[in-house]
């Protein structure tokens, strides 16, 4: 199953969500995206149709083995290119939001040119 934007997102949350709690559930996914209950049951179902999440009989949500490759990459991802933009001179706020569209879109070439970019100035 190929995974559109959405699905990357909602991979994302569940993990940034993963690192602070011990359990996710749907409705902290809720809270945290601003979502409906309905629109985050569906897309957790259809990630659990593709592998991507487990959900266990109590409804905690559990990124599968390919669900946090995914996840860890969108995250870097957005890290990379959030702290690249606060670099030259963008608020947190807007890198933030900014990197949230860019990182579902970029090229690996980009990407990896942005962190070394980062890299070499954070010496």
């Not at 890198?95 to 690996?108: L, W």
């Amino acid at each position: 199953m190929h995974l559109q934007e959405s699905g990357e997102m909602y991979l994302e949350s569940i993990f940034v969500l993963s690192q602070k709690s011990l359990h996710v559930r749907a409705i902290d996914i809720c809270e945290y995206m601003g979502y409906s209950k309905p629109s985050v049951s569906r897309a957790v179902g259809l990630l659990k149709d593709g592998g991507y999440v487990s959900v266990d009989k109590n409804g905690y949500l559990t990124l599968t083995e390919v669900g946090q490759e995914v996840a860890e990459k969108i995250y870097k991802r957005h890290t990379q290119i959030c702290e690249f933009l606060e670099m030259i001179g963008v608020t947190h706020q807007t890198a933030s939001e900014d990197a949230c569209k860019i990182e579902h879109v970029i090229s690996d070439e980009s990407l990896n040119a942005i962190m070394k970019h980062v890299s070499e100035h954070n010496k």
